[in-house]
């Protein structure tokens, strides 16, 4: 009885720091945040975070993959609703990408850095999700619109690249095109918004 109470405090523990983690790398990003930022916001401490997560590389890694699934599984009730038009799940799918640039570059980096350096963790998930894409409702109803000819052939990867694309590297791009635009944070914020119809629409275009 000692051992399973230890090991639910234990359980509990890491669930707090991992709480605490998230919050503090999506404020931050891993080069700004500190282990004893994560400690004080869990009511923990280093030496814990160390036990139980070795460093904190590995701990933004955990809280980093966690965060793309949430954002995967998000996604699933868009591509699979039939009650919805091809359409509609395109703009539903832009308004979920800047969701997800809303609560920071971080995840959209981390995303960017992992693929280069080959994270075996990120690739797996990336590829479960690559299978649920291709035979989601979304894809056969481009495939059938194409078919009718309301749309030119394109491949569904393409059409998800495009919002991708057009969304997520505004977000990465920030500091330079913020230097090359000579214009504030909160100005190229409030652009970026502005994009949102507008890069539904251009996807539509590049599809005919």
């Known amino acids: 009885m000692v051992k399973r109470q230890a090991d639910i405090?234990?359980?509990?523990?890491?669930?707090?720091?991992?709480?605490?983690?998230?919050?503090?790398?999506?404020?931050k990003g891993i080069d700004c945040a500190r282990l004893h930022e994560i400690a004080a916001l869990?009511?923990?401490?280093?030496?814990?975070i160390i036990y139980h997560f070795r460093n904190k590389d590995k701990l933004y890694q955990l809280v980093m993959l966690e965060e793309l699934s949430v954002f995967f599984r998000m996604n699933v009730p868009i591509l699979s609703d039939r009650s919805t038009s091809l359409e509609r799940k395109i703009e539903l799918m832009v308004?979920?990408?800047?969701?997800?640039?809303?609560?920071?570059?971080?995840?959209?980096?981390?995303?960017?850095?992992?693929?280069?350096?080959?994270?075996?963790g990120l690739k797996n998930q990336i590829k479960k999700q690559r299978n649920m894409l291709h035979r989601s409702v979304m894809a056969d109803q481009l495939r059938e619109a194409i078919k009718v000819g309301k749309y030119r052939y394109i491949n569904?990867?393409?059409?998800?690249?495009?919002?991708?694309?057009?969304?997520?590297?505004?977000?990465?791009?920030?500091?330079?095109?913020?230097t090359a635009g000579?214009?504030?944070e909160e100005e190229y914020h409030r652009k970026l918004f502005d994009r949102r119809k507008r890069v539904y629409e251009w996807v539509l275009v590049m599809m005919r």
Request: glycine content about 8%.
């Open 9 to 27: 405090q234990s359980i509990e523990t890491a669930e707090r720091i991992l709480r605490a983690a998230r919050e503090v790398f999506v404020k």
């Open 42 to 48: 869990s009511g923990t401490s280093q030496g814990l």
């Open 95 to 120: 308004e979920r990408y800047f969701a997800m640039a809303d609560r920071g570059p971080h995840l959209s980096m981390f995303i960017l850095n992992e693929m280069l350096k080959g994270h075996s």
């Open 156 to 178: 569904f990867s393409e059409v998800l690249i495009n919002i991708i694309g057009l969304t997520i590297f505004p977000i990465i791009a920030a500091p330079v095109m913020q």
């Open 182 to 184: 000579g214009i504030s």
